[in-house]
T-cell receptor, first 113, second 113 residues
Framework: LAKTTQPISMDSYEGQEVNITCSHN???????ITWYQQFPSQGPRFIIQ???TKVTNEVASLFIPADRKSSTLSLPRVSLSDTAVYYC??????????????FGKGTKLSVKP | DTGVSQNPRHKITKRGQNVTFRCDPI?????LYWYRQTLGQGPEFLTY????????KSRLLSDRFSAERPKGSFSTLEIQRTEQGDSAMYLC???????????FGSGTRLTVV
């Protein structure tokens, strides 16, 4: 069971780059790293997923070092609308126990003008 | 396809009553998940289906909870003899088998009075 540790909260200003790091020391060989964003009264929204090195899409980048014991979600030039809770999940999406994909409390990002 | 649909959005019920929620997943997705989320916490896994088979249930899913997914399409989550502690947001998600993230619905907020 890959437990994750994230900061409880972070503050930023509009236009800045935000990096949220997640620690997952006991990640297993078959585990992927997935990040979600959640606004109040909505379900989480998939942001990005990776296995190793770097993954980039239109909204974020995910950096994973060679030992895979941590990962960093990078949000370029945040805006007020990026204020949300961000969750890091680690687990084998392809099979096995889906109940082992634990959301935790996430990181509450507050973007200020 | 408009994504994962959950009904109703809100439900207020008296303690001891039974309630049923419905989830319509993305049609191409063969996996369907139920989560529960309370204020300030991340979503907690309840159960998941692959097609019509319920493959995993959390210990959180007491005997008062039952979920079904007839014909591998929509799913229902029933709570019998509701208790005040059942008050929460109930989230449904779906995914294709394999890697990739979950697509969540907007949830059903249950209030037990």
């Amino acid at each position: 069971l890959a437990k994750t540790t994230q900061p409880i909260s972070m503050d930023s200003y509009e236009g800045q780059e935000v990096n949220i790091t997640c620690s997952h020391n006991n990640i297993a060989t078959n585990d992927y790293i997935t990040w979600y964003q959640q606004f109040p009264s909505q379900g989480p929204r998939f942001i990005i997923q990776g296995y190793k090195t770097k993954v980039t899409n239109e909204v974020a980048s995910l950096f994973i070092p060679a030992d895979r014991k941590s990962s960093t979600l990078s949000l370029p030039r945040v805006s007020l609308s990026d204020t949300a809770v961000y969750y890091c999940l680690v687990g084998d999406m392809r099979g096995g126990s889906q109940g082992n994909l634990i959301f935790g409390k996430g990181t509450k990002l507050s973007v200020k003008p | 396809d408009t994504g994962v649909s959950q009904n109703p959005r809100h439900k207020i019920t008296k303690r001891g009553q039974n309630v049923t929620f419905r989830c319509d997943p993305i049609s191409e997705h063969n996996r369907l998940y139920w989560y529960r989320q309370t204020l300030g916490q991340g979503p907690e896994f309840l159960t998941y289906f692959q097609n019509e088979a319920q493959l995993e249930k959390s210990r959180l899913l007491s005997d008062r909870f039952s979920a079904e997914r007839p014909k591998g399409s929509f799913s229902t989550l029933e709570i019998q003899r509701t208790e005040q502690g059942d008050s929460a947001m109930y989230l449904c998600a779906s995914s294709p088998q394999g890697t990739g993230g979950y697509t969540f619905g907007s949830g059903t907020r249950l209030t037990v009075v």
